[in-house]
């Protein structure tokens, strides 16, 4: 059966995943996404389409891992499977840095508020 997951079943399932896939939304023009926080917040290694604000939310190799096209995709998604030494070490980093940076949503939304403030609109 194929269903959505919702609510603390989220955070569970994401929780219990060996890999977490994030798939952005062309159409939408994503460089990011909720899920970009949300899988490393829950201890699971990300494993992201490479975009530049990926990059600067994680360190690649080190806190989260990226791809560019299927054939990257499946090449780190096998061998993170294989790994799991290395897979569990990018995930508690990466997971340490959304605390550390303050990745929550309060957090995220005051940097936001912080830079539309710096640029002096009213």
């Given at each position: 059966m194929n269903y959505p997951v919702?609510?603390?079943?989220?955070?569970k399932?994401?929780?219990a995943a060996k890999i977490g896939l994030?798939?952005?939304?062309?159409?939408?023009?994503e460089t990011s996404t909720s899920r970009s926080?949300?899988?490393p917040a829950c201890g699971t290694l990300l494993l992201?389409?490479?975009?530049d604000e990926h990059l600067e939310l994680f360190e690649e190799g080190k806190e989260a891992e990226f791809f560019d096209g299927k054939t990257e995709l499946c090449e780190k998604i096998e061998y993170y499977l294989q790994h799991s030494d290395e897979r569990e070490r990018i995930a508690a980093a990466g997971r340490k840095r959304?605390?550390?940076?303050?990745?929550?949503?309060q957090g995220r939304l005051s940097s936001i508020l912080n830079?539309?403030?710096?640029?002096?609109?009213?």
């Open positions: 919702r609510g603390n079943d989220y955070g399932a994401l929780s994030c798939f952005l939304t062309k159409l939408a023009l926080i949300e899988i992201a389409e490479r975009t959304c605390q550390t940076s303050n990745y929550s949503n830079q539309v403030a710096s640029l002096g609109l009213r």
